[in-house]
């Protein structure tokens, strides 16, 4: 038989669990559990500049670059807490493709006001990638992830890509 004591320890584990469930939402809503990469944008950048196709473009503080092609063409730096993630800008003079290739509609715009064509492939290695032509040259940058942290990554690629720039029409 049940007494009014058991009715007191039922309420209190009933409020108990009530409390828990709202400190647990409480975490979860104010940050707890961000993924990294979308909790905030890196406070320190640095710029990269290319030295044989003038082209430019920020990124964090404390990445790691890779060793360089020999053409001097581009670079790829990588997250140093997470080395699958990487950024890559590269070119390529037109005139030493094999074969012409018609320009792609543009679909993205830099804040100097380029106009390029954004690519995204979502793939186990998904990639942001973005294509500008200009004076003979094909500029390309891209941002590339695991496919299940793509998303957290997605704003940031945007953002770099957006501030790449080239030299202008007239140089």
């Known amino acids: 038989m049940a007494s009014c004591h058991d009715g007191n320890i039922v309420t209190f584990v009933y409020i108990m669990k009530c409390w828990i469930g709202w400190i647990l939402v409480g975490l979860l809503i104010f940050g707890g559990c961000r993924p990294i990469a979308q909790a905030e944008m890196p406070n320190r950048w640095q710029t ?16 790691v670059e890779s060793a360089p092609p020999e053409n ?7 997250d140093p807490k997470n080395p699958q993630v990487t950024i890559r800008a590269w070119a390529e003079s037109l005139r030493s493709l094999q074969k ?35 004076n003979n040259v094909e500029y390309n940058w891209q ?29």
């Not at 990269?48 to 990445?63: A, I, L, M």
């Not at 990554?153 to 007239?170: D, G, L, M, T």
């Open 100 to 134: 012409s290739q018609p320009k792609p509609e543009p679909n993205f715009k830099t804040e100097q006001g380029v106009s390029g064509r954004l690519e995204v492939k979502i793939e186990s290695q998904s990639s942001f990638t973005v294509t500008f032509h200009q």
């Open 48 to 63: 990269y500049r290319n030295p044989r196709f003038d082209f430019e473009f920020p990124y964090p503080e404390g990445w």
């Open 143 to 171: 941002g590339t992830a695991p496919n299940q942290q793509f998303s957290d990554y997605y704003r940031f690629f945007s953002y770099v890509a957006s501030r790449f720039r080239i030299p202008n029409k007239s140089e």
């Open 72 to 78: 001097r063409d581009g670079v790829t730096f990588s």
